[in-house]
Every structure is written in C-alpha cells, then in structure tokens.
C-alpha cells in the first residue's frame, strides 16, 4: 500500500492517459517530457511499471500488448538516433483494412536509418514524401496508395489485384491519388506489377465474404482460360457465391462454420435442388475438400464450363 502511494503521482496519472492513448506504448523521451528522471525510469522498470520492449521503448503495466501495440512500438523502436518510420508493406495493409490475411510477423516499417530488431522488418529509404504518410489510431503508416506501391514489390499479382477490389469495396481507393504517388515515387520496383493489376481493375470489383471466398478466386485467376464469375449474385431468388451466367453454372463454396449443422446442410440442399431443377450446374465445395486439393475443384469446375 505504502509503494501504491508513493507512486500515485500526478506524473503517473499523465503517463496511464498517453499510455491509453498509445495502446500501452511510450518511448523514453515521452517519459522525460513527462517530467521523469532516468533514474526514475530505472525503477519503474525494477517495479515492473515498466516494461522494455526495444531500446527506448516500454509497454506501461503489462506486456500484453494487442497488435497495434506491437505496431506501433516498432514504429517507434525505428526512430531511435533520429530520423523517420512508419508502418508499411503487410502491416500497413492489415491496419487498413485491405488484406484479408497476412502474416502479424515480422512487422514492416519504413524508416530513414536502418535498424536490426527482433520481430522487425526495416526497410531503409532516403526519405518520405508527407504525402505518403498518415496516422491511423496513433500510428504512423503509409497511405493506402503508397502501401500498394510497397506491396506490389513483396506481394503475388493476383493477392495484389485482391487487395485493389477490396479497397474499393471500402471506399478507400482513388486513381487521382493513386496516380499521384507514382508520380513521386519513380524507379520503384513495384511500379511495373502496380501499373500492371491496375489495368486489370474494373468498375466492378469482387464482392467477397470471406477469406476462403477470396482464396478460391486467387486459385481462380491462376487459370487466366476460365472465365471470371459474377459475385454474390441472386439466382433464382437464392444467393449463391459464384456465378457464370453465359454457361449457367454455380459454385457454392462452404465454410465449417456456416455450413456445419443439420440445418445449414438441408438448407443447402434444398437450394441446390431448386437450381438444379431450373436447370444449373451447381458445384458445391466444402472448405475441408477446397484446402487439400484446390487443383481437382478447379478441374471439376472447368469441366462444368467445357473449358
């Protein structure tokens, strides 16, 4: 009791409300500014008020942080000695919104000086254009545009091309902006496989639910001979997943968790019967059947369309 109030100090109660702020980050010049001593660091540290994350960088009360936590306290372990970071490549992406999977680790910042720190991707550049930098829940991150660019050197095409559609689904993609940050970033790498999936974009992109959804279509568009589909169209007064209209041909792809009790599979076999009835092919796969042999579901769809 007597350490709880030794320690329930007005710069504690500032430092509780930037942690909340920070979710539990703070960097050891935020706790000078705060009024703390090195010293005083120290012992919050050995308290265990503090906690060391990277050099100059602490988790306040707890190291549970959540992955925005771990984002940015990567960003910040990168401007140690000066200079600028930011979150970006597949990082930048998940804060966003526009993958639908992708790997938590390691985590990728920009940064003008090169650091080595565990769980940490930095890559290195000269400098960072303001325009290409905005702050999403305090952290530091790439726009959207610019995350495109860094992803379309380290990314599959057709994850890439994924990645358009579902920012537009979003609201969050402009050609305007997008062309603009080209225009500032010449002799990219990733310029090339960039120009090259957004001649591919249509005013139509995808609608997708789910990820096992998105993982058929990225199997899909490997195969460049069959057809796209409709998305998430209404056939026959039933919604179905994917649709080729021209050779009446439905793929319905299931998903353990909607598609695993009594009723979820009478329901989808009253719904095929109907469109079977009415005269479509209709090929419903299972996520078990999809994810060991995505390969023979392609060939039986491709035999259903006579391609």
Request: hydrophobic share 40%.
């Amino acid at each position: 009791m007597q350490l709880a109030t030794a320690y329930a100090t007005p710069v504690d109660a500032r430092l509780a409300r930037l942690a909340a702020r920070q979710h539990g980050v703070v960097s050891r010049n935020q706790l000078r500014r705060l009024g703390l001593t090195d010293n005083q660091i120290s012992r919050r540290a050995r308290l265990g008020r503090l906690h060391p994350l990277y050099r100059g960088v602490y988790a306040v009360g707890h190291v549970r942080l959540t992955q925005r936590g771990c984002w940015l306290a990567a960003v910040v372990a990168c401007r140690s000695g000066g200079g600028e970071s930011v979150l970006s490549h597949r990082a930048a992406g998940q804060l966003h919104g526009i993958l639908r999977s992708a790997p938590s680790n390691p985590i990728d910042v920009i940064a003008t000086r090169r650091h080595q720190l565990p769980g940490v991707r930095c890559h290195g550049v000269r400098g960072l254009h303001p325009d290409d930098i905005t702050i999403i829940d305090a952290i530091p991150v790439t726009t959207v545009h610019r995350a495109f660019l860094d992803l379309a050197e380290v990314m599959h095409p057709l994850r890439l091309f994924d990645a358009f559609e579902l920012s537009i689904r979003l609201q969050q993609f402009d050609l305007t902006e997008m062309h603009a940050m080209l225009a500032r970033n010449p002799g990219r790498h990733g310029l090339k496989p960039l120009q090259e999936q957004l001649a591919r974009l249509t005013d139509a992109p995808a609608w997708l639910d789910s990820r096992l959804e998105a993982e058929f279509l990225f199997r899909l568009r490997q195969h460049p001979d069959l057809p796209e589909p409709l998305t998430h169209q209404v056939v026959e007064g039933e919604p179905v997943d994917f649709y080729w209209p021209d050779d009446r041909v439905v793929l319905e792809i299931d998903g353990e968790f909607y598609h695993s009790l009594p009723r979820d599979r009478l329901n989808d076999a009253r719904r095929d019967d109907k469109l079977t009835l009415a005269g479509y092919a209709v090929l419903r796969v299972s996520e078990h059947d999809f994810k060991n042999d995505p390969e023979r579901v392609i060939a039986e769809l491709r035999a259903l369309l006579r391609r």
